[in-house]
C-alpha cells in the first residue's frame, strides 16, 4: 500500500508502529484504509511506515526535532531496548 505524508497537522498523533508521538512538526505516513484500533484514521511516523513494510514518497526531509526523533527511533530499531539501572 502506498501512503502519503501529511504535515500540515496542529495536533500530535500516535504512532501506529512505535510508542512514540508523532509531533505536529514531523511528516505523518497515513492512507484513507489506514486505521488505528478504534477505527480513526491511522497515522504514523515515516520511517516506522518503512519498516513496516508500506511505500512513501521520496520528498520527505528531516529536519531538527524531527530528525533527532528519527535517529532515537532508528538506534532502538537497530541496538534494541534501551534499559536504564536505577540505583
Known amino acids: 500500500m502506498d501512503l502519503t505524508v501529511s504535515t500540515d ?3 500530535r498523533l500516535w504512532c501506529l ?8 512538526t514531523e511528516p505523518a505516513a497515513t492512507h484513507p484504509d489506514l486505521h488505528d484500533l478504534v477505527g480513526d ?19 520527505v526531509t528531516l529536519t531538527g526535532d524531527a530528525l533527532g526523533r ?9 541496538k534494541g531496548p534501551i534499559r536504564f539501572e536505577m540505583p
Request: glycine share 8%.
Open 41 to 59: 484514521q491511522g497515522y504514523g511516523h515515516v520511517d516506522c511506515a518503512l519498516d513496516a513494510g508500506y511505500t512513501v514518497p521520496d520528498t
Open 70 to 78: 528519527y535517529l532515537f527511533r532508528d538506534l532502538i530499531r537497530r
Open 9 to 11: 497537522r496542529d495536533q
Open 17 to 24: 508502529w512505535c510508542p512514540d508521538l508523532i509531533l505536529a
